[in-house]
């Protein structure tokens, strides 16, 4: 693959990422889309041992948050499937339990979002508990997918092709995401998605460019976007040697 493929960030963070693909197909595109959703692992928790629950919530809710809580997940090799981070917490009342008094078994797997509010617990009240985090694919659970909002469109050129007539009307014209203006990349929210704003008193014609796709990527913390873009292009890539040995049976 390498070579193929014309990439150039528009906007460019962490977390949350937009970035120009040129020379790609409508199906390359979904294909790392669903890779980025479903294919990447992350740890997640996936079992919750409880010491001692006197909140108002059940064990099985609770539970259920600990597990959407966003843990960094390590390089790649560091863990497989089948190994287990264990992470507890203690936390007694007049207090709120947050994300970040998890303490985790390993510095390499910690939650990524120090904040994220787990319960809030009255006079007297107590939560410990227990947690094993493990490895695994979007595809098995919505807990493990490390793009929490992956999308992508075509890039739209936008050409001026003239003046409006005199004393016509000038009407709203609407755009997202992502133009190119000769040669230029331009994010629409810059102009509040109106061209008639961008281009006052013109006329100008948009057209899709047939193979170049804006992706905007936004990761809940396991990694960073172009870690998230890499192992998804690994995932997709290893597939394809997969299917191409089973040919050759």
Same mark, same amino acid.
């Given at each position: ?97 947050? =994300? ?134 690994? =995932? ?14």
């Amino acid at each position: 693959m390498p070579g193929e493929y014309d990439v150039e960030f528009v906007e460019r963070g962490d977390r949350e990422a937009r970035f120009l693909v040129r020379g790609a197909t409508p199906a390359f595109a979904n294909g790392i889309r669903r890779a980025m959703v479903a294919d990447v692992p992350t740890m997640a928790i996936d079992e919750v041992r409880f010491i001692e629950n006197s909140s108002v919530m059940f064990d099985e809710q609770l539970a259920l948050r600990l597990g959407l809580v966003p843990l960094t997940t390590p390089p790649e090799g560091e863990f497989v499937e089948d190994d287990v981070v264990t992470l507890s917490l203690d936390v007694s009342g007049p207090a709120t339990a947050y =994300s970040r008094d998890l303490v985790s078994g390993d510095a390499l797997v910690t939650p990524a979002e120090e904040n994220v509010p787990i319960i809030e617990l009255k006079e007297g009240q107590r939560l410990e508990v227990e947690a094993d985090a493990r490895i695994e694919r979007g595809q098995t659970h919505a807990k493990h997918q490390g793009g929490v909002a992956v999308g992508y469109r075509h890039l739209q050129r936008v050409e001026v092709v003239g003046d409006l007539e005199e004393f016509e009307d000038e009407e709203s014209r609407i755009v997202r995401g992502v133009i190119e203006d000769e040669g230029e990349l331009l994010n629409a929210e810059e102009f509040d998605n109106d061209l008639a704003k961008r281009y006052p008193g013109k006329e100008v014609r948009v057209e899709d460019v047939p193979d170049a796709f804006v992706f905007h990527v936004e990761t809940d913390g396991s990694f960073t976007v172009e870690e998230l873009v890499t192992r998804a292009a690994d =995932s997709i890539e290893a597939r394809a040697d997969e299917l191409e040995e089973a040919v050759q049976l």
